[in-house]
Structures are given as C-alpha cells and as structure tokens.
C-alpha cells in the first residue's frame, strides 16, 4: 500500500506500483524535478499529486496484467495491442512503434527548438490508435489553465491539417494540449491505418472546479473541432477505478480507492 502521508518523497519508488526499476522512469525522475523549492532536486513522481506516476501505475499494472482491455473498454476501443508511455515501449515488443512515433514527432516538432510534444499515453487497439492527455490536481482545487500551450507549433500543425479545427477560431492557447494530442492522433491514425481516438482522462474531483474548469473548456474544444475524422472521448480515472473492481488487480484497485488526489473528503 502507498504511504500517501508525506507531500512528496525523495525516492519516487515509493509511489510506484510495479517495475520500480525501470529506465523509463529513472529518465523522467532525472528530468522532471522539483527546482528552487522546498524540494530542490527531488522528482516529481514522487509527488501525492504527480500525474505521471498515477499514470505509469494504473497503464503498466494494467500491461504487466495482461488486462488493458480494461482501460479499451472504458475508452470505447477495440483489443489493444500495444503501449507506449510518453512516447517509449514498456515491453521490447512495442519498439517499432516507439521509433514510429518518435520519427513522426522529430519530423514536424522537431524541425523547431524546445522540447518535442510528449504524448502521456499511445494505446494502439486492432481498429485505433488513441492519444491519452492525462490530467490529475487535487479534489475541488482548479487546475491552473490544464490544457494550455504557447500554441508556437499551431501554424505548422495548421498547415499540415488544415481540417483539424474550424477556420475561425480565435485562440487556440487555452487548448492547445488537446490540439496537438488530436493532431498526431490523426498522423499516426493514417501511418497505421487506425482510426485516430483522443481521450481526456482527467479527475472528477476537480472537474468542474472553477475558475477554468476542464469540464467547460473539453467543451470549447469538442465545438472547435473541425471536419478531421477523429473520435474524442472524455473520461475519468475514477471510470477506470470502477472497471477494475471485479478484476481480481486488488493492488492496484487499492491504490485507486486511497489515492489521495481522487477522493474528496465526502467520499471517505
């Protein structure tokens, strides 16, 4: 069981559920760090509220389970068959699709400077491929501005898929995560031959909590969308809780039903 008494803890493995040793999250615990704070220095996984490591739990306990199905079923996609977490393969037999992607990404992200878009997760079903953003915060606090991006590729994204939003949006910034997710939904979708899917997996605990809450701008985003052929589904980590209680995953069901960032006080 996760001791969630402690804000953040130093070794982030105590946070993690499953394959703690991973070079996947050693990268992401050396490049995502608390900086000029009251942690300097410590990862971000091991944070109560680190989205990455509830991320990392529930998608690769769900792998190393064989049960993935779980999540395809609360999405609405067919049998999976692959998984990449922010772009790299968990297991070796997914490493054509990591170099795909990453391929795919330096060719339009990274013909500018910064750091390339980093798709939290790519579930690849027999019939689609869907791009997974994943939000977390804390029960009943805003989150600040979930979705929203410097939109300093839009042009380029734009241009490449002029059909992905309707022509007279105005301001692209506050969901610009979004854009860019349902843009390489789209690119990868036509590499594969898969129906491109966008999933917002988010917290029902904070929402609809103002004063920008995901529920309002997911639907700014659903009435820009334009005429691009892709399904978005919006959907919750408690969603994901609830299929999995009959599954027999009783570690990871338990790490769902304490967690402290998706329970407010009501709920016990």
Not at 153 to 169: A, N, S
Request: overall charge negative; proline content about 6%.
């Amino acid at each position: 069981m996760i001791d969630w008494k402690e804000k953040v803890v130093p070794d982030y493995r105590e946070r993690i559920l499953v394959d703690q040793g991973s070079p996947i999250l050693a990268f992401k615990a050396n490049r995502d760090r608390f900086k000029y704070d009251k942690y300097p220095g410590w990862p971000h996984l091991g944070s109560r509220n680190s989205e990455d490591a509830l991320t990392w739990n529930v998608f690769r306990s769900l792998q190393i389970a064989g049960r993935l199905d779980l999540v395809a079923d609360v999405f609405g996609l067919s049998e999976p068959t692959g998984l990449l977490l922010w772009g790299l393969a968990p297991e070796k037999k997914d490493e054509n699709l990591q170099y795909d992607v990453g391929e795919m990404l330096r060719s339009i992200d990274g013909k500018r400077g910064g750091q390339m878009t980093e798709p939290d997760v790519i579930l690849v079903g027999r019939e689609e491929v869907a791009f997974i953003e994943c939000k977390l915060g804390e029960p009943d606090k805003p989150l600040s501005r979930p979705w929203t991006g410097s939109g300093r590729r839009w042009e380029d994204y734009r241009k490449d898929l002029p059909e992905l939003l309707k022509p007279d949006i105005e301001d692209v910034k506050p969901i610009y995560q979004l854009v860019r997710m349902a843009f390489y939904a789209v690119k990868l979708g036509h590499k594969l031959n898969l129906r491109p899917v966008l999933v917002s997996l988010s917290n029902q605990a904070n929402w609809e909590t103002e004063p920008h809450p995901p529920a309002s701008l997911w639907k700014d985003f659903m009435e820009n969308i334009g005429s691009v052929d892709i399904r978005c589904v919006s959907a919750h980590w408690q969603d994901i809780e609830k299929k999995c209680a009959d599954s027999g995953l009783d570690k990871l069901v338990d790490y769902l039903a304490h967690h402290s960032c998706l329970r407010r006080d009501a709920d016990g």
